[in-house]
């Protein structure tokens, strides 16, 4: 599992270098039709992986430069680690997990989302089909790897207790978020906490055999995961809210111009970085993905509009997951104002 994930401690701020800028603050370019495109750095919640295919394939169909935007998209470290660099101002705009934003607020980092793009929680406990585990039930007795402090471990007593199940009905195994898999595969524990959208496909094509979900959304649980967020560098000013709303739009529009063409866009991501998982995850991985664009509220709308309520159940799981301290108005966390239109 990737230490996207992990929402525990602060870590430093990693300077991002940020490109030269004109005397308004703004930097531009010009694009090949002559155009002019304001500068916009987008930083991931990690390295590039199949949930970001649409972004890769937005620069590529030119999407962002119909909305004026010449877009630069930069590796992650967590999505903990974006929200402050986006927070900071060391970024424009970030991906990032929505449990880390809530995150930053409580502890005082202005950030906002302008849009939840992954509505339906990928969360899920991931096992190799041989295990037999088809219902909450069957993991009584089971060995679990997870990563203490992390939104998955902090919500997983709530998805058991929503099943009929006590925490002492199965035994957690504190695990590195990158040796998860390897405690799968090797036998050490019978599941993992992961996401669907990533870790089960690397686990299947790593070990060869099929991998079975229990999905929390399936389950009674279901939460906000990763959108675009901004910090105030981003939205003070009329000339800044201009390029947030569009890019907003140009964002809803890569996402739904990926999910018509999901092959075209994955490979709209060859050479994005060293670190690029084969062509069959990354597949595996953005199919999951589209699954997740959704909430019944949403259901028929572009993507990244986002309603109240969804927002508010959110704030309620991870306030009584202990994430959240002081729950605020959901004002306080999504900029309903530069955010889509339902």
């Known amino acids: 599992m990737h230490a996207r994930r992990l929402l525990t401690g602060l870590v430093p701020l990693m300077l991002i270098t940020t490109a030269a800028c004109g005397e308004d603050g703004s930097a531009t370019s010009t694009s090949d039709s002559g155009k002019k495109l304001d500068k916009v750095t987008l930083t991931l919640n990690w390295y590039p992986y199949g949930e970001h295919a649409p972004f890769y394939y937005g620069k590529q169909q030119k999407i962002f430069e119909k909305h004026g935007i010449d877009l630069t998209i930069r590796a992650g470290q967590g999505s903990q680690k974006t929200v402050q660099a986006t927070a900071a101002g060391q970024s424009d705009f970030g991906w990032a997990d929505t449990p880390a934003l809530l995150a930053g607020v409580d502890q005082g980092m202005k950030v906002k989302s302008l849009g939840v793009f992954l509505q339906t929680t990928p969360a899920s406990v991931q096992f190799f089909d041989a295990q037999g585990i088809k219902a909450p039930a069957d993991l009584k007795g089971k060995t679990i790897a997870g990563t203490a402090g ?20 199965v035994q957690v195994q504190n695990t590195d978020p990158a040796g998860k898999i390897a405690a799968v595969i090797s036998g050490k524990t019978d599941a993992l906490l992961g996401y669907a959208s990533d870790q089960g496909p690397t686990m299947r094509n790593k070990a060869r055999k099929d991998v ?9 649980l279901n939460f906000y995961s990763n959108g675009l967020i901004a910090g105030p560098k981003s939205l003070a000013g009329d000339a800044k809210a201009d390029v947030a709303q569009r890019m907003v739009r140009a ?11 999901p092959e075209p866009a994955v490979a709209a991501m060859h050479g994005a970085s060293e670190q690029l998982p084969p062509q069959e995850v990354l597949s595996e991985q953005f199919k999951t993905t589209l ?11 572009a993507p990244g509009v986002n309603t109240e309520a969804d927002w508010k159940q959110t704030i309620d799981v991870f306030a009584e997951a202990g994430m959240v301290r002081s729950p605020k108005d959901v004002s306080e966390y999504w900029d309903a104002g530069t955010a889509l239109k339902g």
């Open 150 to 169: 992390d939104a998955l471990s902090k919500t997983f007593p709530i998805f058991l207790k929503k099943n009929g199940l006590a925490e002492s009905d």
């Open 291 to 301: 699954s997740l664009l959704h909430t019944d509220a949403t259901e028929g709308k």
């Open 212 to 220: 079975g979900y229990l999905r929390f959304s399936e389950h009674g």
């Open 251 to 261: 964002v809803s529009e890569s996402w739904a111009a990926a999910e018509k063409a």
